[in-house]
């Protein structure tokens, strides 16, 4: 894998553009990162290999945003959101990673319309009560697991706040840089942290923290009307990404 060239011509952009996501700009853009690999290696192994890579990019970001997150939030969300790590592991040898990314398009899908419609009736913040949390954090911490596609369900909970954008992107990165140091446990156990995954690992790592402080410096140069846009229409790339990918694979 080290010396094919097709490997690299999907992989390192596919670095680059979770380091921006992670970063704070693009929203779940990052999401599109394990699907650009796994055109090449299978999405498992492409998985294994983002791991130690996101947690690199994850302290790069908590660095970055430290004391700027909205820890209510947090405590709400990342009990359940562990909770669906443990379901991710439990399940890891039944569950079709296919079916998985089909039903996280379709809720990315479904949210977007509902920020058109809340947009077309004024009405951009609203509240987030226990079964949000419970049902969205859950969700997130079971796809991040089986396929780092946490994103939207996560942004189904947290971007109707209408947090300002700085916070909002602190409190993404402290949500995710917890749940993938928690989701090194089970891959561990799953044993998907073999040599050659290990050292490629490090090949692409160099690129981490640079395209994470990129996308840092992004965040702190756009309007937050911008970036909830771009966000949106990130997501809305994304979800069409995943289902087409998914239905294909399925059918």
């Known amino acids: 894998m080290l010396t094919d060239p097709m490997f690299y011509l999907a992989a390192v952009p596919a670095v680059i553009l979770v380091g921006l996501s992670k970063g704070g700009f693009g929203g779940s853009l990052g999401m599109l990162g394990v699907p650009m690999m796994a055109l090449v290696i299978s ?6 290999i983002f791991l130690p890579i996101l947690i690199c990019m994850d ?12 820890w209510q939030v947090l405590k709400g969300i990342l009990p359940f959101a562990i909770v669906g790590i443990t379901c991710g592991w439990l399940l890891a040898d039944h569950v079709d990673e296919d079916v998985i990314r089909l039903m996280v398009g379709l809720v990315a899908l ?15 913040v609203s509240t987030r009560g226990r079964a949000s949390a419970i049902v969205w954090g859950t969700t997130a911490g079971f796809t991040s697991f089986v396929a780092h596609a946490g994103g939207p369900p996560y942004q189904i909970h947290t971007l109707p706040m209408g947090m300002h954008r700085v916070t909002f992107v602190a409190t993404s990165v402290f949500f995710f840089a917890t749940v993938n140091t928690i989701k090194l446990i089970p891959y ?3 044993g998907q942290f073999s040599p050659e995954n290990l050292w490629t690992t490090l090949v692409l790592l160099p690129i981490a923290p640079l395209a994470t402080m990129a996308g840092v410096k992004l965040v702190h140069v756009i309007s937050q009307t911008i970036f909830y846009r771009l966000a949106y229409i990130s997501m809305f790339v994304i979800a069409l990404k995943l289902c087409s990918d998914s239905l294909l694979a399925l059918m």
Do not use: E, H, M
Not at 59 to 68: D, H, P, T
């Open 188 to 190: 561990f156990f799953l």
């Open 59 to 70: 302290a790069v970001g908590v660095y970055s945003y430290w004391g700027k997150a909205n």
């Open 43 to 48: 999405p498992i192994q492409a998985a294994a």
């Open 110 to 124: 479904a949210f977007v319309l509902d920020y058109i419609i809340r947009t077309l009736l004024k009405k951009q």
